[in-house]
C-alpha cells in the first residue's frame, strides 16, 4: 500500500518541481530588474555615487589611518625600549 501512494505524488512532483522553478526565475527576472534598478536610481539621487568629493574624503581617511599606524609603530617601539630600560635596571634587593 505504502509505494502505490507514492507514486502519484512523485508524478505531480516531476511536473510542478521545474513549472515552480521557471516561474521563480521568471519573477526574478521580470520583478527584480525594476527593483534594482529602482534602488540604483535611489542612490544615486541620495549622493551616493563614486564622486570627487567623496574620493578626496577617502584619501584623506587613508592618510589618517597611515599617520595613525606609524604613529602606533612608533609608541609600541618606544615601549619596548622602556620595557628594556627597566629590566636591566637592578632592583632595590639587588643592591643590599
Do not use: Y
Not at 544615486?44 to 574620493?55: C, H, I, L, Q, V
Not at 578626496?56 to 602606533?72: C, F, I, N, W, Y
Not at 620595557?83 to 643590599?96: C, I, R, V
Amino acid at each position: 500500500m505504502g509505494i502505490e501512494v507514492l507514486i502519484p505524488i512523485f508524478g505531480v512532483m516531476v511536473v510542478l518541481v521545474p513549472i515552480t522553478g521557471l516561474t521563480v526565475i521568471m519573477m526574478l527576472r521580470l520583478g527584480g530588474k525594476p527593483f534594482i534598478e529602482t534602488l540604483a536610481r535611489e542612490l544615486r539621487a541620495s549622493g551616493f555615487t563614486n564622486s570627487s568629493e567623496n574620493r578626496a574624503k577617502m584619501e584623506d581617511l587613508m592618510e589618517q589611518v597611515e599617520v595613525l599606524t606609524s604613529e602606533v609603530h612608533r609608541l609600541k617601539n618606544a615601549q619596548l625600549f622602556d620595557q628594556k630600560l627597566l629590566e636591566a635596571q637592578p632592583t632595590a634587593s639587588e643592591d643590599d
